[in-house]
Nanobody, 126 residues
Framework: VQLQASGGGLVQVGGSLRLSCAAS????????MGWFRQAPGKERELVAA????????SYGDSMKGRFTISRDNDKKTVHLQMNSLTHDDTANYYC????????????????????WGQGTQVTVSS
């Protein structure tokens, strides 16, 4: 299984970025997906999560209303649209995958995931 995150970079406060995570080596439609982030000296935290069908989503408290997670099961890709970025959003962003049954919703804990990508750095500057 490989999860390849992309789309990170340098953006100004108030700007937007769209992260993508391309999955391979798995039956993507059977996996719940999540985005987590970790800044230096801080614990890894939930950014957003989505169920395997896309019908259930969940967000970290500070991301609600600014970030949107979506998935394309045909293209085996999950996206994270990030708007109104602040300095606090600076971190390394990781995508993760968890094999689930259809009835399971979005998975919000990092320990619940089986596979992790390498991360993509997001830096928000003034």
């Amino acid at each position: 299984v490989q999860l390849q995150a992309s789309g990170g970079g340098l953006v100004q406060v108030g700007g937007s970025l769209r992260l993508s995570c391309a999955a391979s080596g798995l039956t993507f439609s059977r996996y719940a997906m999540g985005w987590f982030r970790q800044a230096p000296g801080k614990e890894r935290e939930l950014v957003a999560a989505i169920s395997r069908s896309g019908g259930s989503t969940s967000y970290g408290d500070s991301m609600k209303g600014r970030f949107t997670i979506s998935r394309d099961n045909d293209k085996k890709t999950v996206h994270l649209q990030m708007n109104s970025l602040t300095h606090d959003d600076t971190a390394n962003y990781y995508c993760a995958a968890k094999h689930t049954i259809l009835s399971v919703g979005a998975i919000t804990t990092a320990t619940g995931y089986d596979y992790w990508g390498q991360g993509t750095q997001v830096t928000v500057s003034s």
